[in-house]
């Protein structure tokens, strides 16, 4: 079974602080994707990566940055969280030339 | 941008009884799939179905595809309490990263 885990469910942070979420994808997946998720707005794309070191921007990555330094980790990055940061990421990874994603369980986040 | 528009946005059923969800989308798209995610956690994937494809199953689910209209339906047939969940459509529009476009979802909640 694909399993994707990101490192925290919860995390509450303070307005300005850096904060790293990481996810890691133990499938030699080459694609990988961040999104957040709101009430009434569904799934949004932040950023995703089809290969090491390789990004692109998604749907809203302002305020948000990205790392994939591994193949099986892709990590997102707030440079100064802000209390519209406040949601649930989700990450996702997914073969080249496929369109199957799978899922982590989310990390809900909290900026106060 | 949000592609893909289900209805309704809430759906309250007996246990037993069949579930209708609805999906719109606006551009054209390599195939489209249907997600389920429970309560605060992660998407699971449920079923693809390519554009040329007019309608698929799998298990309990049906999923049929109108390209002229731009929509698709997600039909749970015998619905238990354990399919309560949210569940998301979601478009690829062809390209090899995989990239999805998310639909706010529908709540369906199936009462014992």
């Known amino acids: 079974d694909v399993k994707v885990t990101q490192s925290s469910r919860y995390l509450v942070k303070r307005t300005g602080e850096k904060v790293f979420l990481e996810c890691v994808q133990d499938m030699d997946h080459e694609n990988m994707f961040w999104y957040r998720q709101d009430p009434g707005l569904g799934l949004r794309l932040i950023y995703f990566s089809y290969d090491v070191k390789m990004k692109e921007k998604g749907d809203i990555p302002e305020g948000y940055s990205v790392s994939r330094e591994k193949k099986e980790r892709f990590s997102l990055i707030l440079e100064s969280a802000s209390t519209n940061q406040t949601s649930m990421y989700l990450c996702?990874?997914?073969?080249?030339?496929?369109?199957?994603?799978?899922f982590g369980p989310g990390t809900r986040l909290t900026v106060t | 941008s949000q592609q893909g528009e289900e209805d309704p946005q809430a759906l309250s059923i007996q246990e037993g009884e069949n579930a209708t969800m609805n999906c719109s989308y606006k551009t054209s798209i390599n195939n489209l799939q249907w997600y389920r995610q429970n309560s605060g956690r992660g998407l699971v994937h449920l079923i693809l179905?390519?554009?040329?494809?007019r309608e698929k199953h799998s298990g309990r689910l049906r999923v049929t595809l109108d390209t002229s209209k731009k929509s698709s339906s997600l039909l749970i047939t015998a619905s238990r309490a354990a399919d309560t969940a949210s569940y998301f459509c979601?478009?690829?529009?062809?390209?090899?990263?995989?990239?999805?476009?998310f639909g706010q979802g529908t709540i369906l909640t199936v009462h014992p």
């Open positions: 179905i390519r554009s040329n494809e």
């Open positions: 996702a990874s997914g073969n080249r030339g496929r369109y199957e994603q799978y």
């Open positions: 979601a478009t690829a529009g062809g390209t090899s990263y995989g990239k999805l476009t």
